[in-house]
């Protein structure tokens, strides 16, 4: 069976999420341990505490939705799909899933939503 149009290095790819993947993992976890930490700490500095679990939670959305838009990637990698534009279908170029190996669209789509 022969794939179509895949000219992308996929075992390349897939290192390059689970690497992040891991690294979010990592980094969301200890946001866990940060917000527990601040959360049992002094009562003292409240209005500072509020401010910094604002921040980390901040960072634990942002992390949480690359997390799965990388396992939307692995997906993709899993059916033969990385690589296209999830809305024109177009090729996405190696530069840009070299830049964001996560990204669902081509730049057009990206810059267009
Ligand atoms: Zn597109």
Request: aromatic share 2%; net charge negative; hydrophobic share 30%.
């Given at each position: 069976m022969q794939n179509p149009v895949q000219t992308v290095d996929t075992a390349h790819f897939e290192r390059m999420l689970l690497a992040r993947?891991?690294?979010i993992e990592r980094r969301l976890k200890k946001i866990?341990?940060?917000?527990?930490?601040?959360?049992?700490a002094d009562s003292a500095e409240r209005a500072t505490e509020a401010e910094n679990d604002e921040v980390l939670e901040e960072f634990?959305?942002?992390?949480?939705?690359?997390?799965?838009?990388?396992?939307?990637?692995?997906?993709?990698?899993?059916?033969?799909?990385?690589?296209?534009?999830?809305?024109?279908?177009?090729?996405?170029s190696v530069e840009r899933l070299k830049a964001v190996p996560h990204t669902p669209f081509c730049k057009d789509c990206a810059t267009s939503i």
């Open positions: 993947k891991e690294e866990d341990t940060d917000l527990g930490t601040l959360k049992s634990g959305q942002v992390g949480e939705e690359e997390l799965r838009a990388i396992d939307a990637a692995l997906d993709r990698i899993a059916n033969g799909r990385y690589g296209q534009c999830m809305k024109c279908g177009e090729q996405i």
